[in-house]
DNA sequence: TGAAATGTTGGGGCG
DNA sequence: ACGCCCCAACATTTC
């Protein structure tokens, strides 16, 4: 008995069903990783690729460890999967599904090779809960968050997660695989070491950002959530993608610190930081559904948008030189550390498509090459979400007003000067709205409007009643 | 998981 | 003392 375990965006060996039934059956485990990049619109940008190298560099040293080696391979997977069991004798195939369209194709192009072949065990892991059983009662899938998690608060059961196996059985013959180098993840510039030093890639790691966020974190998650300058949010996002944990054991980790602290149940504070994870459930769950969402709207409305065509205006946000303090701080932590709070993801995608009027598609584009946690289902709803075209979107007319979030949100200027050190000298009052402080502020931070810090690209109220004329044009 | 525009109210300055 | 106005504070509606 062999089982070939194909690893996706499962790279852990705790409470993985796809390895832990094969150990429990008994018999030789051949864990494979098949890089298959090639027609993949959605190919991992350079930011996760990044992130992919290390964890798959941990995943085979925990494999190692255990006894059997990871088998890296490249090709068409169907391909590579076939001649693998032909090498092996393997009887099974054993993965965790993935949602999206290009993923899916894959997995329909590996049944129709091997299902005649070997049996096909395939799990879904990466979910709480299966598309499939959450549909409203006319049987529709949800396109509302909020009924969506009601729903899966009903159906969703948590369970003790799966311990990772200690000891895995090798195939009776060395599988060869190729180095890990082979895949050329890493960049050539160098530009990833200051990325990689912000993160603990790898299952360890991820377990290790969970225990201490659920420990420490979770019950002010509610007070914090929104302060980029607060270390309150989980960063567990790129753990998260790669599957370093499963959603069922950060769920699984919130419950039983409750139980451990005496409480019936999860507090009240803690379940705002389920319901983020449901968020990621949901945004699953509609590109599931709705496939065409990672490059279409989903409000069809949509598709005669007038978008603005402004090459210029979109490099001066990619840049972090909009001359608006809050956007250019976010777009610079996303440069430097391949992340950024979600507060700020939501005020410079707002930024982006209306006061800019930049199609979504260029953002989510941007976003898909520097962040760490770059997934496309997360992405593309999000920036749906933003322009007002998505699932349970904000309704368009919802601009926000970048120096007013500045000032609600960072209020003492915190995240702005520690991403601007060239505005890190003005006084807080300033500092949300460099150009409407007097010249003698200016000239006392040694900020000169233009050389030191871009002025405003655009008059945000000029600009929001230009984002309004156009959805005004669009319903015409 | 908005913000701006508009409406309402009530305290206080002032003639 | 009274009416008038201003406007902050808050509420509602509109985008």
Redesign the pocket.
């Known amino acids: 008995m062999t089982t070939i375990v194909w690893f996706r965006r499962d790279l852990r060996l705790g409470d993985h069903r796809p390895l832990a039934n094969a150990v429990a059956r008994g018999g030789a485990i051949v864990p494979v990783y098949v890089h298959d990049d090639a027609g993949d619109p959605w190919a991992p940008g350079a930011a996760s690729r990044v992130w992919l190298h290390h964890s798959l560099a941990v995943l085979a040293r925990d494999l190692a460890a255990r006894g059997s080696p990871l088998v890296i391979r490249q090709g068409p997977t169907a391909s590579v999967l076939a001649a693998l069991v032909a090498a092996t004798g393997a009887d099974a195939l054993a993965f965790n599904r993935r949602h999206e369209p290009h993923e899916r194709a894959r997995e329909a192009a590996v049944a129709a090779a091997l299902a005649a072949r070997v049996a096909l065990e395939i799990s879904d892991d990466g979910l709480l809960v299966a598309p499939a059983r959450l549909h409203t009662r006319d049987g529709e899938p949800y396109r509302v968050?909020t009924p969506f998690w009601q729903r899966l608060r009903e159906v969703f059961v948590a369970a003790i997660p799966h311990a990772p196996p200690r000891r895995l059985t090798p195939p009776p013959r060395t599988v060869a695989g190729v180095p890990l180098d082979t895949l050329a993840l890493l960049p050539s510039t160098g530009w990833d070491a200051d990325v990689v030093a912000h993160w603990s890639i790898g299952e360890a790691g991820a377990r290790r950002r969970l225990d201490a966020f659920v420990a420490d974190g979770i019950e002010d998650y509610a007070a914090q959530r929104d302060l980029p300058a607060a270390d309150g949010v989980s960063r567990l996002s790129p753990h998260l993608h790669f599957g370093e944990i499963s959603p069922r054991q950060a769920w699984h980790a919130v419950a039983a610190q409750a139980a451990a602290s005496g409480r019936l149940g999860v507090s009240d504070r803690a379940i705002g930081w389920l319901r983020?994870l449901a968020?990621r459930e949901f945004a699953q769950h509609v590109l599931h559904h709705y496939p065409a969402t990672s490059d279409a709207p989903l409000r069809e409305d949509f598709g005669r948008f007038p978008w603005v065509e402004d090459a210029a205006g979109l490099a001066h946000w990619q840049r972090g030189t909009t001359g608006y303090p809050i956007v250019d701080a976010g777009m610079r932590e996303l440069w430097q550390t391949g992340w950024m709070h979600n507060?700020v993801r939501?005020i410079v995608a707002s930024f982006l498509t209306k006061d800019l009027g930049v199609h979504w598609r260029a953002g989510a584009a941007w976003f898909w090459d520097t962040l760490v946690d770059a997934d496309l289902g997360n992405n593309s709803f999000g920036w749906q979400w933003t322009a007002g075209c998505g699932a349970d979107a904000?309704?368009y007319?919802?601009?926000?007003?970048p120096i007013?979030?500045s000032r609600?949100f960072d209020p003492d200027g915190h995240y702005l000067r520690r991403w601007l050190p060239e505005l890190a000298s003005l006084p807080t009052t300033a500092l949300h709205a460099p150009w409407q402080a007097p010249p003698t502020v200016l000239t006392a931070a040694k900020v000169r409007p233009g050389i030191d810090y871009p002025v405003p690209l655009v008059d945000?109220?000029t600009a929001?009643t230009a984002a309004?004329a156009r959805l005004r044009q669009m319903q015409a």
């Open positions: 968050f983020q968020w507060r939501m904000a309704p007319f919802r601009i926000f007003n007013l979030q609600k945000h109220g929001r309004l």
